[in-house]
Structures are given as C-alpha cells and as structure tokens.
C-alpha cells in the first residue's frame, strides 16, 4: 500500500512539474522571462495537458519488473512538445529552416503532431497494461501451484 501511494505521490510530481516547466519554457504559462511570439490556442493547451498527463500515468506504470520503454516515451513526450511548443520559438528549428517556412509548413502540421504524440502515448500505455497483466496472470498461476 505504501508503495502504491508513492508511486501516486511520484506521478503527480512528475505529471505537474512537466506541466508547469513545459508551460513556461513554451510560453503557454505567461512569465516575464519568456514572450511565445506565436498566439496561444486551445490546442496548446490540450496538448500540452495531455502529454504531462500522459507522463505521470507512465511514470506510475513504470515498476522494476516491467520492459523498459523510455526512449519510446522521450520521443512521445519530444513529439507532443512540438505540438504545443512556439515553431519560431525552437532554437534548433528555427536553425534548420527560416521562421517564414516554419509558419508555412510546420505550423499547420502542429495538430498532426499533438494528435501524434497522444495516439503514441496511449499506444505506449495500452501496450504496457497489457503485459503488466500477463505478468500478473503468470504470477498468479506460479503461486497457485505451490
């Protein structure tokens, strides 16, 4: 039970930090150390509350026993920070290509990602489930037989 709790405990952390740090690193979250030079839409919002939701609900069925699936959480977790992030905003996006082409091509693509990075997540997770309950099945099996 107490472990339970701490992972709860963790979760939230992680799920609420992710959502306060990527909020103001992207400007969605105003400060006076950051101006998001792109307006803000509802989308942003979404995206940017699902793919820190989406990481606290990892990290909570992140357990020792499990397959480690880390780099395939990072990229959601990258692709959904496209989604929501300011394009002209993005030093390393803004060094590959010029803000008029940003705004040309890759804003418009911006929902395409954050629908992306959440059909990722949710595939991540639901694959996750599933093994974490074939290992609790072969478990429950091995104790029934002794």
């Known amino acids: 039970m107490r472990s339970r709790s701490r992972r709860y405990l963790k979760a939230t952390i992680i799920s609420t930090g992710?959502?306060?740090?990527?909020?103001?690193?992207?400007g969605?979250?105003?400060n006076p150390l950051y101006i998001?030079?792109?307006?803000r839409t509802p989308l942003d919002y979404l995206f940017l509350t699902t793919t820190a939701a989406f990481l606290g609900v990892y990290?909570?069925?992140?357990?020792d026993n499990q397959r480690n699936d880390d780099k395939t959480?990072?990229?959601?977790?990258?692709?959904?920070?496209?989604?929501?992030?300011?394009p002209i905003c993005n030093a390393f996006l803004?060094?590959?290509?010029?803000?008029?082409?940003?705004?040309?091509?890759?804003?418009?693509?911006?929902p395409l990602l954050g629908m992306g990075s959440i059909v990722f997540?949710?595939?991540?997770?639901?694959?996750?489930?599933q093994s974490s309950c074939d290992a609790c099945s072969i478990e429950?099996?091995?104790?029934?037989?002794?």
């Open 28 to 30: 969605l979250i105003s």
């Open 73 to 86: 959480a990072t990229a959601g977790t990258v692709v959904g920070f496209l989604a929501f992030g300011c």
């Open 94 to 110: 803004l060094a590959l290509f010029s803000s008029s082409a940003l705004m040309t091509y890759f804003d418009p693509l911006r």
């Open 121 to 129: 997540f949710a595939g991540l997770l639901y694959s996750r489930s």
């Open 18 to 26: 992710g959502f306060v740090l990527f909020g103001i690193v992207t």
């Open 59 to 63: 990290t909570f069925q992140r357990t």
């Open 140 to 146: 429950e099996q091995g104790s029934q037989t002794h």
């Open 36 to 39: 998001r030079q792109v307006p």
